[in-house]
């Protein structure tokens, strides 16, 4: 099968997206054709290398637009070769001339939107406008549409989308294939992600101080890119409770270095909202400790089929102190418990090639 598959991002630090996009793609070439389309600003050559890409197509946006009125452009000339498109992410114009390209030379494609869907965060007035002039036809005109959850299909309800076109299918994680190892010297809790509003750490930093007045052995670790001078709010707040020394920002780390991080901590905290799937949440079982997630996200839904003892009461600070708390105290047997069940329930459900099994019996599907 010949499949161009377009990425959202293809570098380390756009997020979790370009792990799992590049992981999937990476999967799909074992047994096909498979070219991977990036913006030239958005992708990392070295990145795509070492995430097993071997044919990586950058382009500019405005070639997608030449592309659309010539049809010996390059990027023309692919789609219609193409058996299918897989079309990722969301809030990028030139993704609504891929789509029109699609169309143009009947190429199906399967519309991949990663949790971009949600218009209530960050320039929303600009995000509806996008949606009325470009957004709603691309999801309209998809022969599937993917989403990472249950949750996530809530937002999908202000698009004209069928629900039948609807399929969950949940992001892989990569095994690690290593025992719970964390230390009882290793005094901290743990929240990995990039640093932005939309993860809620305001909320996690005044949760913690709520746990570190009754329980002060324990710091708070938040590792990763900073993004829109975020942490000067955040830095405010924890000067505000009298949290400077306790509370650290640390740049992100990758990889073996990331895990052994993963595996020293009481817990990672997961504390976004509106998140669809959360790649931390299950990276962090996958390397052999425990993340405690609210109950208003997509990584609930499926935390509850191994530990639903992670999951705490979305928007209470106090019950995820008190989830802090138990986590603490919790005997060593039962966290090792705890943590094989996570890590069996993770390498049998969100194996890659499970993953992309899926995903290609949704094309095979779509081009009956």
Known sequence: MNILFLTSSLAPHFGGAAFS?????????????????SRLNRVDPEFAKTQGIGRVEAFRPIEVLIAYFFPFHRLAKAVSKADI?????HWYWENYFFARLCNKYRVPYVFHPRGMLWVGYRKPRIK??????LGNWIVAHAAKVIVLSEFEKEHCRPYPLKAENLVVVPNGIDSTDRSPTMSQS?????????????????FLIRAFKIF???NNSCALRLMGPVERKYDVRLRALIKKLSLENIVQFEEPKYGEEKNQVLRGAQAVIYPAFEEP?????????????????PEKSGGSEY??????????????????????EAILSLHQPI???????SQNWISKNLNWKAISNDVLEIYQQVLI
């Open 21 to 37: 996009e590049s992981a999937l793609s990476s999967e799909l070439s074992k047994k096909n054709q498979v070219t991977v389309l």
């Open 85 to 89: 498109f897989h079309l990722n992410g």
């Open 128 to 133: 509806k406008m996008f949606n009325v002039l």
């Open 186 to 202: 290793s005094q901290y809790f743990l929240y990995l992600g990039r640093i932005e509003p939309r993860k809620n750490l305001e």
């Open 212 to 214: 570190f007045d009754k």
């Open 277 to 293: 799937f959360g790649r931390t949440v299950f990276e962090a079982f996958a390397a052999g400790t425990l993340c405690l997630v």
């Open 303 to 324: 935390v509850k089929k191994f530990v639903p003892e992670a999951i705490y009461e979305s928007n209470s600070e106090v019950a995820l102190a008190k989830k802090m």
């Open 335 to 341: 966290r090792s418990n705890w943590i094989q069940q």
